[in-house]
């Protein structure tokens, strides 16, 4: 089951709840309905998801923005480095 986060604010803290969760602490009907109420306050409707997910990859076919993915694979986009740690930078840098 998916489970989205709410009041949590840390993923250490969200990590203690689930592990709680897991270990029995609370009787398992009510778990499954908070994490129903939270997925469906939180996760996005699937037509939604399904349109934004048509409309990125429209634009990521055009030719601008393919030029700038290879620009950025060039140097070191979806590997661990400097360019991942600041790649609002590298995108600012793109002329």
Not at 25 to 34: L, S, W
Request: glycine share 6%; no cysteine.
């Amino acid at each position: 089951m998916r489970f989205a986060y709410s009041s949590v604010q840390t993923r250490q803290e969200a990590g203690v709840l689930f592990a709680a969760l897991d270990a029995g602490r609370f009787p398992p009907e009510g778990v499954k309905a908070a994490k129903r109420a939270i997925n469906n306050l939180t996760l996005p409707d699937q037509a939604n998801l399904r349109s934004d997910s048509a409309m990125f990859l429209d634009l990521v076919s055009l030719p601008e923005t393919r030029e700038r993915l290879d620009y950025l694979a060039s140097r070191g986009l979806h590997t661990p480095g400097e360019l991942e740690r600041d790649l609002g930078k590298a995108v600012a840098e793109f002329r």
